[in-house]
């Protein structure tokens, strides 16, 4: 590679210089005895040409001397440097008046030398300037004279002929001119932001500029236009524009340089060469981009930085599952992901069945087969599959591909895997025709079959929306050959195949029948709604039991409710008892006068806002006594009291849920001589006084408040139990949402649990009247809100609905599974607000599975439409409950936050474990901490639960305690960094 030299020349150029001239300078004088040429050599035996002139005691000298002709070159402008002596007028005696002490110069542009013999004219000649002496002779103290030389440049221009002369004129001065020097100033050639700039002489116009564009240097190309701007001074200016070195190139010294093998610059810029990545190499120099390791590859989208990768290894641990109506397949991940991200796994399917010689044939699995999500590009480690034939043997191979499987050799895992669900003879249900449907529901039958093999049990439906990607199979089971299909979404087709269940199990299926749901508010051929046919049926056979308690009690209510509005669905509205003009009214509507003799209470299990909460018994003629809890509102009430403690029983009358708490009745009416009242020993003791009890019966509940029944329970129920309770409130929360009933302050202390481990949704006057609960706080808006179970857009603006219930519901499935653990801990209110506007929610409590939490965080959305409702909450618990496997994988402790999970915090250090497990009252465990090394907070941050065991802590409460204190801390913290606030 040549490389173009550094170049700075001097940015003067001289056209003469007399001291230089080693011959004769043949300069003209006019007249002849006017200036006198003195050539003298100097101690090398050059020559030295002065010029003198001294006439100071005649008058009207003019006396001229001009030079040779001087060719301009590309010179605009030249300038002239004169040196010479001039003797003062006052160091000569008698010479005033004639004594002159400057002279003049004078040039004459011509575009060729004047020939010879051209007579002097002075007329022709410009005048530069007159000449005067900065020094000039002096005389000493001693009489001596010293000679002064003086220096002057002056500039000549502009010059547009090929050259010019110069000329002096002495008009009565003592002269010796002692040298003349002719030069203009360039800007010398240069080398800037690796470009070339030539050498440029200045604009003849000193106050204007030359642009200058400059050629890149070799290996290098232009990124912006480079410039540079000529002065008249012969300085370059204004640097603009620069070249960058091409790819396989990089600067050096203003040069660009080849990379280095092993070295490689994929795109040309300022960037210096960079080591070839990982599995790469470059042999060559200049390389733009390096060669991949046999084995590794790189994928067309890959960026040449990256490095060489390969196809994964075969997913490990492949296993099968198989229930009722899927078939699951599971692996974990490659061992060996071939260093990328981008893993996707494919399953492919194969039927092999045994053909009667003994071998098998194998084809490529029925077409209808339906993998959820799909077969090929699966992101997740598991498929579900379903509508498989029965019996039949399937084999299925799982490969692992990354983005390189396709240049190399893609890894699979292969399972087999036999299905053979006993089938009790062939399909009994032909055709199935669509009665009629609305936007949200589907009626269908079909033939029953005349004379059946076996008698017909039941049926069970299968569907499924055509178009949904996950897994959304749906069933339920009637015992008439028809079925009102609801909770579909509109204008959507559903794959309906039925099949019947006879006393010696189930046939096959039917065919499939594709049918889809009206747009939105149009029925499609309504028919006459019957009783049969009117009751939906829920997405999972689990919800049988209260889609038929909701049945029975909307048949109830049919004849009870006066007004609200009755949907097509059935599903009876919630009528608001403020709407009443006299409250009293929606009391006696909605709730049944007890005469207070027929209870007998017990005992005091707590108190409210309004009175104690007894536990005692129902005595209803002809039946057995039932255990009930009576609340009571105190004496001497005011008449807003009152209404306000009956308002409850007209919202919780409206309902009828297994999953909502029953109301028995109210005593509003009646009057007593003896009241009861509660010591303050706690003891029931009669006031003789005539008073008038108001109380609310409603069925006991053994097991009380579930935040404190699951506190005093800690870690002593399976996943499987804690998902039975959410269910429980996801039924109640169903029905009420349904209804339309909004409950507002939905959180485990206002949920109760009977002896059997049933939840039931209570607390209904909160959804007006919020003093009663102590979590509810202020709210910017004035309302009170019980800030940590709230959605944000109710804290924000009161925006209450059903969807923010179920943002609460996902705080009560934290609650569950953190064993009553007070949600965000010890936060603020406030703090809980921020935290959760920068998107920060609840980690997984200790040993919640993952789907658990992500159930959470999806009701924890902050866009509400996002959320899911009651109804999808409800199926997927079922789901669940159903298919326990997608409870196994627990979220692993360590890596539970939902931020940055790499970044471990700095905790505050104002606090030692010492004082940490003391506030946590757990002191006992200080010497365990001490004694494995755990000294500082900080290196309890990883702490997952396996470490708490390792250091002796066994009981698994205490466990539990110390691992959410651990999770708040960092809560905390993390909220402290949120914040900007330095600790
Ligand atoms: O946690 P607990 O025992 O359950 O304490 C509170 C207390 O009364 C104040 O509300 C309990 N409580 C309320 N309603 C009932 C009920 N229906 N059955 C049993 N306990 C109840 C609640």
Redo the contacts with the bound molecule.
Sequence with gaps: MSLTPLVYENPVLILLDTTAVLGELDWKTYPINGWDAITEMDEQNRPIHTFQVCHVMELNQNNWLRSGWIQRQAAQRVYVELRFTLRDCNSIPWVSGTCKETFNLFYLQTNEPLPSGTRFRPTDYAKVDTIAADESFTQTDLGDRVLRLNTEIREVGPLTQRGFYLAFQDVGACIALVSVKVFYKRCPSTLRNLAVFPDTVPHRDSSSLVEVKGACVENAEEKDTPKLYCGADGDWLVPLGHCVCSIGHEEKDGHCQTCKPGFFKPIAGNMKCSQCPLHSSSHDQAATMCHCEKGFYRANKDPSTMACTRPPSAPRNLVSLINDTALFLQWMPPSDTGGRSDITYNVLCQRCDGDSGGGMQCDPCEPDLRFIPRPLGLTGISVAILDYATPANYTFIVEAVNGVSGLGIAARALINVTVNTHQAGPALVGVIKKDWSSDNSIALSWTEEEHPPLDIVDYEVKYYEKEQEQLSYSSTRTKNPSVVVTGLRPSSVYVFHVRARTTAGYTAYSSNFEFSTSAEGRIQQPVKVTADNLWPVDCMGQCQGYIKARMKSQEKRRTRFRSGHVPFSGIKTYVDPDTYEDPTQAVEEFAKEIDPSSICIDRV????EFGE?C?GRLRIPGRLDIAV?I?TLKGGYMEHQRRDFLREASIMGQFDSPNI?RLEGVVTKSKMLACFSVSRVNILQYTFMACRPVMIV?????N??LD??LRTRDGQFTVLQLVGMMRGVAVGMAYLSDMGYVHRDLAARNI?VDENLVCKV?DFGMSRVMEEDTEAAYTATGGKIPIRWTAPEAIAYGKFSSVSDVWSFGIVMWEVMSYGERPYWEMSNQDVILSMEEGYRLPAPMGCPVTLHQLMLHCWQKEPSQRPRFNNVLCFLDKLIINPSGLLTLVNESHNFPDSPDAMPDYPLFISIGDWLDSIKMSQYKNNFIAAGYTTLDSISTMSVDDIRRIGICLIGHQRRIISSIQSLRLQFHHIQQSGFQV
């Design positions: 299990i707590g108190t409210g909460v536990s809890a609340k708490i409603v069925e006991y509940m053994a009380g408040a404190s029944f109760l209570s």
